[in-house]
């Protein structure tokens, strides 16, 4: 909650610096927008969503402002109705009523955003600021009920459509079953945490047919005693890696470490750190795109809205993938056949190994990021300052996804085949939205 505090007082300044101006100036400017999903970024972390989980988050409260920017610039920009599975058409807003796009756009970001998180009114003073706001710089009555209205109407369909997703269903599924044989992914330490959402393929996929539209090679077999065989080299070679790692192979793996929830242990004391999941990490990174690109407000929100859908596939995709090959992480074949005291540089995550989540969704976002912006687009990300961790520089979003992949491996969690893997996969995922959805006219 303090986090969440402290990003307000900043957001407060910014605003505040520009009460002489009027809403259009404070409303039309993206970069609020990109304060805003930060805000829910914030909140998400703050309640320990899982990576999986959090990009359903952003997800809905994405879609749900460009459902309403769409709607506010309808010569520019095409509704995701009947584009996306489910999703029904939107009520369009009467002719005549003066409504402002953004801000409603902002309140309904808000709205899908605090109703699929927790707890209830996470979200409420940011939105009392923004409507404080827009009276105190001119906004009509008029405009104001309008925006509300028109905002509320797009909220409620898009909050009806989230809720046949299957999401709920999968809360209730049975348990996964944890088997202790030879390759096979069993909890790993400090916390040894069940599986983590082993029926997230069964969630409704947004353009792909199914989790296994875009499928993977199996794994390399499980040989442990072969040693000139495939399994035992990349096991060998993980183990080497991390006991050889340079200060910048630490760093890339720091860099994108994104474990929301990491449990320290010193003794007998635990406890939690936290940090944007990969999902957060990216929404991070399309504010930054958008700043360095001087994006205008709608193509902002084009932007999040498109890399999100990119994300939430890819983690279907992938997680399909997990569980039905549930392999073993590096820490678990190490520590049982070669080495008993060696750890990864990184913790490991409590879901299977291949494939690597990150990298199919930092690969699915790329794609995403670089249909709006293009490629060779450069710039720096300065996501994890606020964790405390050094900027990175890259040359496009392709260049980040391709450093994610080295990253994971740098951090003793994933086989590198595991890895490549991931990012062609991921790159499909993407390419395939990009390809289906005609969002931009």
């Known amino acids: 909650?303090?986090?969440?505090?402290?990003?307000?007082?900043?957001?407060?300044?910014?605003?505040?610096?520009?009460?002489n101006k009027s809403y259009e100036a404070i409303f039309n400017d993206p970069i609020l927008y990109s304060k805003t999903v930060h805000e829910l970024n914030t909140v998400v972390m703050g309640n320990n969503f899982t990576p999986i989980v959090a990009s359903r988050n952003y997800l809905y409260a994405n879609v749900a402002a460009y459902e309403v920017i769409a709607a506010g610039y309808p010569t520019k920009y095409k509704s995701l109705a009947k584009q996306l599975h489910g999703l029904n058409p939107i009520a369009k807003p009467l002719a005549g009523k003066k409504i402002s796009y953004e801000f409603a756009s902002l309140l309904s970001f808000c709205k899908l955003g605090e109703a699929v998180t927790f707890p209830e009114g996470s979200m409420s003073d940011y939105v009392n600021f923004l409507k404080k706001t827009a009276k105190d710089n001119g906004m009509s009555s008029d405009m104001f009920n309008n925006s509300i209205e028109y905002?509320?109407?797009?909220?409620?369909?898009?909050?009806?459509?989230?809720?046949k997703d299957n999401y709920a269903q999968t809360r209730s599924a049975e348990r996964y079953t944890v088997n202790d044989i030879e390759g096979r992914w069993v909890p790993t330490p400090p916390a040894y945490s069940s599986a983590m959402e082993p029926h997230w393929s069964k969630i409704r996929t947004?353009?792909?047919?199914?989790?296994?539209?875009?499928?993977?090679?199996?794994?390399?077999?499980?040989?442990?005693?072969?040693?000139?065989?495939?399994?035992?080299?990349?096991?060998?070679?993980?183990?080497?890696?991390?006991?050889?790692?340079?200060?910048?192979?630490?760093?890339?793996?720091?860099f994108w470490d994104d474990n929301p929830f990491k449990l320290n242990v010193s003794g007998h004391l635990m406890y939690g750190t936290k940090k944007f999941s990969p999902p957060g990490h990216w929404m991070s990174v399309i504010g930054i795109a958008s700043k360095t690109a001087k994006a205008d407000y709608p193509?902002?929100?084009?932007?999040?809205?498109?890399?999100?859908?990119?994300?939430?596939?890819?983690?279907?995709?992938?997680?399909?993938?997990?569980?039905?090959?549930?392999?073993?992480?590096?820490?678990?074949?190490?520590?049982?056949y070669l080495d008993a005291d060696w750890q990864p540089y990184l913790q490991t995550p409590p879901f299977p190994e291949y494939t690597c989540g990150h990298s199919t969704c930092s690969s699915a976002a790329a794609?995403?990021?670089?249909?709006?912006?293009?490629?060779?687009?450069?710039?720096?990300?300065?996501?994890?300052?606020?964790?405390?961790?050094?900027?990175?520089?890259?040359?496009?979003?392709?260049a980040a996804a391709e450093e994610n992949n080295w990253a994971r491996f740098y951090g003793g969690i994933h086989f590198h085949n595991s890895c490549i893997v991931s990012t062609e996969a991921g790159k499909k995922v993407g390419s395939y939205v990009v390809s289906s959805l005609k969002m931009k006219l």
């Not at 499928?215 to 390399?220: D, F, H, Q, R, Y």
């Not at 249909?371 to 994890?384: I, L, Q, R």
Request: glycine share 2%; charged share 20%; net charge neutral.
């Open 206 to 254: 947004l353009v792909m047919d199914s989790c296994n539209q875009f499928e993977v090679p199996p794994p390399i077999p499980f040989n442990i005693k072969d040693t000139t065989g495939a399994f035992y080299k990349q096991v060998m070679a993980s183990k080497f890696a991390i006991e050889n790692l340079t200060a910048e192979q630490k760093h890339m793996a720091d």
């Open 367 to 398: 794609e995403a990021l670089t249909s709006v912006y293009g490629d060779n687009f450069h710039y720096k990300d300065t996501s994890e300052l606020e964790f405390g961790i050094a900027s990175r520089n890259f040359t496009s979003f392709r």
């Open 151 to 163: 905002s509320d109407t797009v909220s409620a369909a898009i909050l009806r459509w989230s809720k």
């Open 1 to 19: 909650m303090n986090k969440i505090l402290l990003f307000c007082i900043p957001v407060f300044l910014w605003c505040s610096c520009k009460e």
């Open 299 to 336: 193509t902002t929100v084009y932007a999040f809205a498109k890399t999100s859908i990119a994300l939430f596939e890819a983690f279907i995709q992938c997680w399909g993938a997990k569980y039905k090959y549930n392999t073993a992480r590096p820490e678990t074949v190490i520590n049982k």
